[in-house]
Every structure is written in structure tokens, then in C-alpha cells.
């Protein structure tokens, strides 16, 4: 994807993502049991997801899975523009991204799943599949590796996210 594209991309998501994280509530309730809850939350204390550094976003990638729904609403206008803007910077937050707009099943029984998906407008609903439609010309296949199962992801969020857009 040519710089202007990616730009726009960045742009079309500081446009549409603007709300600041309304409690204080980063983690399901389970998380505790995981890990330490009470530090990473004090590392993740941001006003404003744009604030959001890139090694903050990697250092804590592996703890993304418990955010709430209205957490991951707030940071994931951060990880997007972090995947854009630093490809070769991001380790796996990519595939975590990718995983966490992706229904698990056709029937998107997922209840975390649902919960999230359910927080997004029709707007920002349209830029998370304007990110999913331009993967391959962020990640070009002939310079990055894919299973299958990638594909096939990525083709169902792409689809999952086109219904939203549409149905809304």
C-alpha cells in the first residue's frame, strides 16, 4: 500500500474514533487470575487512545484478550494505526487484531465477541473494514506468509464487518 493510502487509512481512523474510554474498567473479571491486573492497568492509564506509545501496545499485546469491550473499543483505533504506520515494529499485536474482529463461528455465538462488536457505530464499523479489506495491500502476500486459516479469518471478519456496515 502506497504512503497516501496508508495515510488516509490513519487519517479516516482519527476521524471516526474519538471517544475517550468512558470508566475505568480495563479487564473482565476473569483477568486477575492471569495476570497483574492493577500494573498493567496503571500502564495503560491514557486519556486519549492517539496517546497510546508503540511499545506500550506491544509490550501489553499479550493481555488485549481481556479487555472489556468498551477497553478494547478505546485502544483499538491505537493498535490499527500501529499496525499501519509500524508493520515491521508490532510483533504479534497483527494477529491479535485480526483475531479479536474475527467471529469465532458462523452463527457468532461468541459472547466476548458479540459484546464487542456490538460497541462500534456504523462509522466506525466502515473504517474497521476498510482496515480489514486493505490487509493485503498493507501485508503483501508475496512479502508475508499466510496459513489458510489467515486467509479464511480474515475473510470472514472482512464479511462479519461488511454485514454491520450494511445492516446498519
Known sequence: MDERKKLELVLDIQKTFSTPLENNEL???????????????EDLD???WYDVPLQILVKYRIHFWA???????FYLPAMLTA???HPHNIDTLTDFVIHSLT????SHTDS??????????TD???????FLES???LFPPEEWSYSAKDVRDLNSAIQFWLSKVDGE
Open 103 to 106: 467471529p469465532k463461528d458462523e
Open 83 to 85: 499496525i499501519i504506520k
Open 27 to 41: 479487564f473482565v473479571e476473569i483477568a486477575p487470575q492471569y495476570f497483574d491486573t492493577e500494573s498493567v492497568t
Open 124 to 130: 466506525e464499523a466502515r473504517v474497521i473494514l476498510k
Open 67 to 73: 479487555l472489556t469491550a468498551d477497553a478494547f473499543r
Open 135 to 137: 490487509y493485503f495491500d
Open 46 to 48: 491514557f486519556m486519549n
Open 112 to 121: 466476548i465477541f458479540i459484546e464487542r462488536s456490538s460497541r462500534f457505530s
